[in-house]
């Protein structure tokens, strides 16, 4: 009977930090780390604003846009920005929504100790409309990514790459809002929003689209501290 005990007792410890981290999880993470430092609660709203009232250029007949997917992390790690070639996971989110190999270079980033969890919502369909999630941030990692495809298109897509929840007096924004325009990943030629295929060879820098209904905002993220 008393090895029976410590049989159990040793399963019981094998599994009890798997529950931890689970229960550790917040609304929209797929997979997190205990945040350490100072840290704050917050929550993000995804407002769509992209219509044929706001942007009546060649909209297509279904805009909207496809799951949020980001992370919190630090200064060490860039999971996009202008100028910079798309990862493989910025291209599948870009060219088809996917979130998959976004989440797995997030997760890597995650155990180097960069990053600390994955943000994942909802998309918003049809466009306008909005999505919250929650999320939890801490000051050793308080940068926030986040992004969603313009859908459809060619590799277009809204984000927000290495914004600090963290102002300048070292204290946490009490709310932020930031205007969403269109960025082009760079990996597809296509020229409007239900263009074919076309795979950019050689792959190009991610840019800014600008001029026309691309001057105007097709979004914004709205960060609330709880």
């Known amino acids: 009977m008393k090895r029976w005990v410590l049989l159990f007792i040793s399963v019981l410890l094998l599994f009890v930090p798997l529950l931890l981290?689970?229960?550790n999880n917040t609304n929209g993470n797929t997979n997190v780390?205990?945040?350490?430092?100072?840290?704050?609660?917050?929550?993000?709203?995804?407002?769509?604003?992209?219509?044929?009232?706001?942007?009546?250029?060649?909209?297509?007949?279904?805009?909207?846009?496809?799951?949020l997917i980001g992370a919190t992390h630090n200064e060490v790690v860039s999971f996009w920005k202008p100028g910079g070639f798309a990862t493989a996971g910025i291209?599948?989110?870009?060219?088809?929504?996917g979130i998959s190999l976004l989440t797995d270079e997030i997760e890597n980033a995650i155990s180097t100790g960069n990053a600390c969890s994955v943000i994942t919502g909802s998309g918003v369909n049809p466009s306008?409309?909005?999505?919250?999630?929650?999320?939890?941030?801490?000051?050793?990692?308080?940068?926030?990514?986040?992004?969603?495809?313009?859908?459809?298109?060619?590799?277009?897509?809204?984000?927000v790459?290495?914004?600090?929840?963290?102002?300048?007096?070292?204290?946490w924004v009490?709310?932020?809002?930031?205007?969403?325009?269109?960025y082009d990943a760079g990996t597809d030629s296509g020229v409007s929003?239900?263009?074919?295929?076309?795979?950019?060879?050689?792959?190009?820098?991610?840019?800014?689209?600008?001029?026309?209904?691309?001057?105007t905002a097709f979004g914004q993220f709205t960060f609330v501290k709880q």
């Not at 009490?174 to 269109?182: A, E, G, I, K, Q």
């Open 193 to 215: 929003f239900t263009s074919e295929d076309n795979d950019t060879n050689p792959r190009e820098t991610i840019i800014m689209l600008s001029g026309g209904d691309f001057d």
């Open 174 to 182: 009490s709310d932020l809002t930031v205007d969403l325009f269109v």
């Open 161 to 171: 790459q290495g914004l600090s929840l963290v102002d300048e007096n070292g204290d």
């Open 128 to 159: 306008p409309g909005s999505v919250s999630v929650t999320f939890t941030v801490g000051s050793d990692r308080p940068l926030v990514t986040l992004t969603t495809m313009v859908a459809p298109s060619p590799d277009w897509f809204l984000g």
């Open 91 to 97: 291209e599948s989110m870009a060219e088809t929504g």
């Open 33 to 67: 780390c205990i945040p350490s430092g100072n840290t704050a609660r917050y929550t993000v709203t995804f407002n769509a604003l992209w219509s044929a009232a706001t942007h009546p250029t060649n909209i297509p007949s279904n805009p909207h846009f496809s799951r």
């Open 21 to 23: 981290v689970s229960c």
